[in-house]
């Protein structure tokens, strides 16, 4: 689409499921790109020899639109001498390669193939990619020496304004590995991560685990039922409500780990915060809710398939949580709010507290109980699984007596 862009327009572009472009009226070939997690890029369009191309020009807000129109107008300037602008600005990114070859990327890429030697390789591509998310767009290119403490914060209030609180953590303390070893390497003198956890503290602490009162649960389930989205983020939604698996542990399932006939879901070692293989006994809920999606996806690896790589990737880490935001729980209510929900709902109910740990894959420290969770426990959880999906779909509870006898108010 296209329109008069101006700072308050581009600032209350809305996300949306997919990227998408919105073309600025009053500069030629100049568009802004809205991506998925919120994040918004200036490009230009241009012909040369006949040949149609694109160039970046920034990220906004740290591009303003009037610096992006600037750059436009140079590029146009540019192409009226019969210059290629793609080939000038290589030109120019040789100069300033030559002047600083110690780039926050570059150090952070050292780091990582440093750290890698002790690191799984699944986690040392999360490391990356999150750093290829959140941070390499804003100072990525910037001198590590130059960066300041006000221009990290910023970076990580993008991630927090997201509600991706685990995220903020994670992202927070691989930089601050990063900023050590430039330390380390006398790049830098100071390390501006220092101190960051302060700033961000109240949120890293609670909000990743925000969860809805029990007595809302119904709301919620209407919600997911009713709202228009994705097959495969509703079906995410609901086996997040049914096994209250971890995010990443639902992202990343894969067909050949369930089991329609033992009615198991078998998550491997690697893919588990313990590095243990996880059995999550299927009720009939989710059994159903995984047989509809099938259909779409069962014939790719993953079950919760990327629309625009299905073959190679699932849908993004943020897909389910956007959901919730679309469906009005934004700052209520969280992916991981639902492994919060089910403890409560299931020590209200009066399960075994050595059967609800073991459903949660937490680690237990007692010795004692140690020797009796080496068993799965998996009749006992099995059953207790189906009264906590046939409890969610009833969320007054009128049709289960609970173990121990507790009313839930």
Request: aromatic share 10%; with cysteine; net charge positive.
């Given at each position: 689409?296209?329109?008069k862009?101006?700072?308050?327009?581009?600032?209350?572009?809305?996300?949306?499921?997919?990227?998408?472009?919105?073309?600025?009226?009053?500069?030629?070939?100049?568009?802004?790109?809205?991506?998925?997690?919120?994040?918004?890029?200036?490009?230009?369009?241009?012909?040369?020899?006949?040949?149609?191309?694109?160039?970046?020009?920034?990220v906004?807000?740290?591009?303003?639109?009037?610096?992006?129109?600037?750059?436009?107008a140079?590029?146009?300037?540019?192409?009226?001498?019969?210059?290629?602008?793609?080939?000038?600005?290589?030109?120019?990114?040789?100069?300033?390669?030559?002047?600083?070859?110690?780039?926050?990327?570059?150090?952070?890429?050292?780091?990582?193939?440093?750290?890698?030697?002790?690191?799984?390789?699944d986690y040392?591509?999360?490391v990356?990619?999150?750093?290829?998310?959140n941070?390499?767009?804003?100072?990525?290119?910037?001198?590590?020496?130059?960066?300041?403490?006000?221009?990290?914060?910023?970076?990580?209030?993008?991630?927090?304004?997201?509600?991706?609180?685990?995220?903020?953590?994670?992202?927070?303390?691989?930089?601050?590995?990063?900023?050590?070893?430039?330390?380390?390497?006398?790049?830098?003198?100071?390390?501006?991560?220092?101190?960051?956890?302060?700033?961000?503290?109240?949120?890293?602490s609670?909000?990743?685990?925000?969860?809805?009162?029990?007595?809302?649960?119904?709301?919620?389930?209407?919600?997911?039922?009713?709202?228009?989205?994705?097959?495969?983020?509703?079906?995410?939604l609901?086996?997040?409500?049914?096994?209250?698996?971890?995010?990443?542990?639902?992202?990343?399932?894969r067909?050949?780990?369930?089991?329609?006939?033992?009615?198991?879901w078998l998550?491997?070692a690697?893919?588990?915060?313990?590095?243990?293989?996880?059995?999550?006994?299927?009720?009939?809920q989710?059994?159903?809710?995984?047989?509809?999606?099938?259909?779409?996806?069962?014939?790719?690896?993953?079950?919760?398939?990327?629309?625009?790589k299905?073959?190679?990737?699932p849908?993004?880490?943020?897909?389910?949580?956007y959901?919730?935001?679309?469906?009005?729980?934004?700052?209520?209510?969280?992916?991981?709010?639902?492994?919060?929900?089910?403890?409560?709902?299931l020590?209200?109910?009066g399960?075994?507290r050595?059967?609800?740990?073991?459903?949660?894959s937490?680690?237990i420290?007692?010795s004692?109980?140690?020797?009796?969770?080496r068993?799965?426990?998996?009749?006992?959880?099995?059953?207790?699984?189906q009264?906590?999906?046939?409890?969610?779909?009833?969320?007054?509870?009128?049709?289960?007596?609970?173990?121990?006898?507790?009313?839930?108010?």
């Amino acid at each position: 689409m296209k329109e008069k862009l101006d700072h308050k327009t581009i600032e209350n572009l809305p996300i949306k499921d997919k990227p998408y472009k919105v073309h600025d009226s009053m500069t030629k070939g100049l568009f802004i790109l809205v991506h998925t997690n919120g994040s918004k890029y200036f490009r230009i369009n241009f012909t040369f020899e006949s040949k149609q191309k694109t160039l970046a020009l920034g990220v906004f807000p740290n591009v303003s639109l009037i610096a992006a129109r600037l750059e436009a107008a140079k590029i146009r300037s540019q192409l009226s001498e019969n210059k290629n602008p793609s080939k000038e600005r290589k030109k120019g990114k040789g100069k300033a390669n030559n002047q600083n070859k110690h780039t926050f990327k570059k150090i952070a890429l050292k780091w990582i193939e440093l750290k890698s030697n002790e690191w799984k390789p699944d986690y040392t591509k999360d490391v990356l990619k999150s750093l290829e998310f959140n941070v390499f767009p804003y100072i990525g290119d910037k001198p590590i020496n130059k960066i300041k403490p006000k221009k990290l914060t910023k970076v990580l209030e993008k991630i927090e304004k997201r509600g991706s609180y685990e995220t903020l953590k994670k992202v927070r303390q691989r930089c601050n590995g990063i900023f050590i070893y430039a330390k380390v390497k006398q790049l830098i003198k100071s390390n501006p991560c220092e101190g960051q956890e302060l700033v961000l503290k109240k949120h890293t602490s609670t909000e990743n685990f925000n969860s809805i009162d029990i007595k809302e649960l119904p709301q919620l389930i209407e919600a997911i039922h009713t709202t228009a989205m994705e097959l495969t983020t509703k079906t995410g939604l609901l086996l997040a409500l049914y096994t209250f698996v971890r995010t990443s542990e639902i992202r990343f399932a894969r067909w050949d780990e369930i089991s329609f006939i033992d009615k198991q879901w078998l998550i491997p070692a690697e893919r588990m915060k313990m590095n243990k293989d996880h059995i999550v006994p299927l009720s009939k809920q989710a059994i159903k809710a995984l047989k509809d999606l099938h259909p779409i996806t069962g014939h790719f690896p993953f079950v919760f398939a990327s629309r625009s790589k299905p073959d190679t990737k699932p849908f993004s880490e943020n897909a389910m949580l956007y959901a919730l935001y679309r469906m009005g729980y934004r700052g209520k209510h969280t992916v991981h709010g639902f492994r919060h929900l089910a403890t409560t709902i299931l020590n209200e109910l009066g399960f075994e507290r050595r059967h609800i740990e073991k459903q949660m894959s937490h680690v237990i420290k007692n010795s004692t109980e140690k020797r009796y969770n080496r068993a799965e426990f998996i009749q006992d959880r099995t059953a207790m699984m189906q009264i906590y999906a046939d409890y969610v779909d009833k969320s007054d509870g009128s049709n289960i007596v609970p173990i121990g006898h507790k009313k839930i108010n």
